[in-house]
C-alpha cells in the first residue's frame, strides 16, 4: 500500500553521486579545508618527485640541473634562489647530497601530517554525513504506512539501514580520502613528467584512454554484482531474525535441517554476486598494471636513445621514470575508488528508492484539527482491498454513539481487524467514508485523530527501554501523579511496584521479561495514560490466563465509562456485556444489535455462540 514517488530518480552513478553529496552543503567548510589539504598534499608530492633529478643530476652527472636549468626559468625569484644555493654549496657535491636529502625528509614528513588530518577529517566527515543520511531514511520510512511494511516485510526494511548504508559511508570515506587525493596526485605526476621532457610525457599518456576504458567496464560488474549482493544480504538478515525470534517454534517442529538448506540456499547465492564483484575487482589492478608496464617499456626504449644522443640527462631520465613510476599508484587506487563508488553507488539507489517512497496515505496540507468525539462514529459505505479484486470489507455502513461500548465479532477473515485499522487510517478505504462528527477522517490531521484514540493489540508490544517510557511513549518520561494513577488502573502498579527499579526498570535485552499478562497490563497502561476518548480492544486478551484476563477486565469496566470503545474479541462474556454487537461475515455487515436480537437474525452469530456453549460444555 505504497506508491512510488512519479519523479523516480534517474538509475544512473552520477545523479547518485550527486544527491549523496547534497548532504555534504551543511559541512561546507569542513569539505573545503579536506579538499585544500589534499591539494597541499599533492604538491608536497610534486616536491618529492621533483628531488629526484637533482639527486640524479649529483649522483650520476656531478652537477644538479635543477639549479642550473630549472630555477632560472622561473623568473627573478627563481635567479636569485639559484645563486643563493650555487654560492651555499661552492661546488661540494657532499652538500650539496645532504641539502637535497634533508629537504625530502622535511617535505615527506610535512606531506604525512597533512595526510593523517585529511584521513581524520574525512572519516569525521563520513560518519556525520551518513549519520545524518540514516536520520532522515528513518525519519521517512516511519511516515510510511503500514501497507510499505506488510508489502516489503521489516527484516528488508532494516537491511538497507544495515548494509546500505555502511556501503555507502565506504563510499564517502573513498571520496573524501581517495577521490580528491589521488587524482591531485596523478596530476603532479604528469605535471613534472612534462615538464621534465613534454614529448615522451604526450607519449606516455595516450594509454590513458585504454585504462580508462577498462575502471568503466570493472566499475559496471561491481556494481551489478554489489546491488544483487545488498538484496541477498536483506534476505538472509530476515531469515536470522525469523529464525531467532520464532526459535520455540523452530525447535518444536524441527525446523532446524530446513531452515538450514534455507539460509545455505541463500548465502550461495550471495556468494555467486560477491563473486562477481572480486572477479572484476581482481581483474582491475593486473589489467592497470600491464597496460602501464607496456606503456612504460615503450617510453623507456625511446628515452634510452635520447640519452644516447644525449637529448636527455641522466636525472632528467631517472625524474622522468620516477614520476611516471609514481603515476601508476594513483591511477591503481583510481581504479580501486572506482569499484568502490560503485558499489556505493548500487547502495545508494537502493536507499534513495526507499526514502523516495510516497505512502499512500497522505495528511492533507490544509487538514483540519479534529476535537475530540462528542456525539457518533459513522462508516459510510466502505469498501476495502489489500490487492486489487480482493475485498476484504464490502459496503460497511454503521453508527456508533459516543460512549457506547462496540463488540465486533465474526469468522476469522471477516475484518474485524481491518475495521479498527481504517478507523485509526493506518489505511483509507477505497470507496466511503468514516466521519468523526460529521468530519470525514481524510480531512483531518493524523495527531487530532490519533491522539483520540488508544489501541491494545493482541500481541502486547512493548519497546527495548524503561517501563516508564513504554507507558508515556517517549523517553523524557517523568514519574507523575498521572502515570501512577494509569498504571494503577490497569493493575499494572502492583507487581511494577515490587522491582528494584520500580518504573525505571529497563524492559527487554539486558532488562527484564515480563509475562504475558504483565506486559498487557502494562500495553493497558499506556492507552489509560493517553485519557483517549476512543479505545481500541483488538483481542487485547485473547491469549491471557485467568489471573491476568480477570485484572485487566476490572480495568477496563472503570476505564471504558464514558468512552467509544471498539472490543474484538471470541469469548462471549465479554461481548455480551456490550451495548451493542457488530457481526462481520465475508467482508460484508451481516447484523448490528444486542445479543438476544443477534441469536434471532444473525446467522453468523448463532453458530458462534452455540459453538463455544458446546465447547464450553465439553471441557
Known sequence: MVRPNPHKPPDSNWYIYARSFLYLRRYFGLFISCLVLSVLISLFHFGTLGMIQPL??????????LIEKTLPQLGGFGVWLSNLLKQYMQGDIYRMLYFFLAL???????????????EYLSGYLTYKVTMDISNELFMRVNRLSLGFFGKEGANHVSAHFMNDLTTLSQGYKAVLSKGLREPLKAVACLTLAFIINWKLALLSAGVLPLALFFIKTFGKKVKRGA????????????????????????????????????????????????????MAEACTNPAMEVLVTLGGVGMLMISAHMIFLGEMSKGEFCAFYAALAALFDPIRKLAEFNNRMNTASAAGERLFTLMDQVADIQEKTNAVVLPPLTKTIEFHNVTFSYQPGVQVLRNISFCVRHGENIAIVGPSGSGKSTLVSLLLRFYDPEQGRILFDGVDIREATFASLRTQIGLVTQEAILFNDTLLSNIVCHNKGILD??????????????????????????????GIDLSGGQKHRVALARAVFRAPTILILDEAMANLDAESEFYIKQALEKFVQGRTTFIIAHRFSTIEKADRILVLHEGALEAFGVHHELLQKSETYRKLYERQMLNLQNM
Open 481 to 510: 501523579n498521572k502515570v501512577l494513577e494509569a498504571a494503577q488502573a490497569a493493575y499494572a502498579h502492583p507487581f511494577i511496584d515490587t522491582m528494584q527499579q520500580r518504573y525505571e526498570t529497563l524492559y527487554g535485552e539486558g
Open 104 to 118: 625530502v625528509l622535511v617535505i615527506t614528513i610535512l606531506k604525512n601530517v597533512l595526510r593523517f588530518c585529511q
Open 56 to 65: 640524479g643530476d649529483i649522483l650520476f652527472g656531478g652537477e644538479s640541473s
Open 227 to 278: 546491488k544483487k549482493g545488498l538484496t541477498e544480504q536483506g534476505n538472509i538478515l530476515t531469515i536470522l531474525q525469523e529464525t531467532f525470534h520464532g526459535m520455540k517454534i523452530v525447535k518444536a517442529y524441527l525446523m532446524e535441517h530446513y531452515l538450514q538448506e534455507k539460509f545455505a540456499q541463500k548465502n550461495k547465492k550471495l556468494f555467486r554476486y560477491q563473486m562477481k564483484v572480486i
